[in-house]
């Protein structure tokens, strides 16, 4: 078993913890990615619930529903019988596009009754009509900007590859 977490370690934990709950996602997975940032090697399910001090059951639940949005991956580890993780190399750009996807939903669902309250001309429906017709905006631009981001993180993870692999 590994030692604890120093101080520091302990800090961005929690303040990964925080930004999760503050997204209104589970505290729980925040800390399991901050957990896994802060590590050299992969950890068990075993070890990641002494660190963070939970049971194994909420932590395994969690971990696989991190897996299926590939912020976290499992590896193998020191030991064939246990599963181990890691954070995904692309974690943070999966996250990115996890948040893409509920960008899409925003703009098909603007579009979606739009077209609908259009369509059935009921003067009630005007109000509602125009701030779709905003939301639609709105979330087209937003879909360009991440498009946009995406190919310009790709550029610059392949600087910082490309300066690691001369460094090493």
């Known amino acids: ?31 399991i990615v901050g957990l896994l940032l802060t590590q050299p090697e992969p950890l068990s399910l075993d070890e990641i619930a002494t660190l963070l001090n939970r049971s194994k059951g909420p932590i395994s639940s969690t971990i696989r ?55 059935s001309g009921d003067p009630a429906h005007q109000a509602a009509v125009e701030r779709l017709r905003h939301m639609q905006a709105f979330y087209r631009l937003m879909e360009q900007f991440y498009e946009n981001f995406t190919k310009e993180w790709e550029r610059v993870r392949a600087q910082m590859e490309a300066a690691n692999a001369s460094v090493n």
């Open 1 to 31: 078993m590994r030692r604890g977490l120093t101080p520091l370690q302990r800090d961005l934990v929690e303040e990964f913890g925080n930004i999760y709950e503050g997204y209104g996602l589970s505290r729980l997975k925040g800390l």
């Open 65 to 119: 529903e991190l897996a299926s949005i590939g912020l976290v991956r499992k590896v193998n580890g020191p030991e064939n019988r246990r599963d181990y993780y890691v954070a995904h190399p692309d974690l943070f750009l999966n996250n990115f596009k996890f948040n893409m996807a509920t960008v899409r939903k925003n703009r098909r669902t603007a579009e979606q009754f739009l077209r609908e309250m259009e369509a």
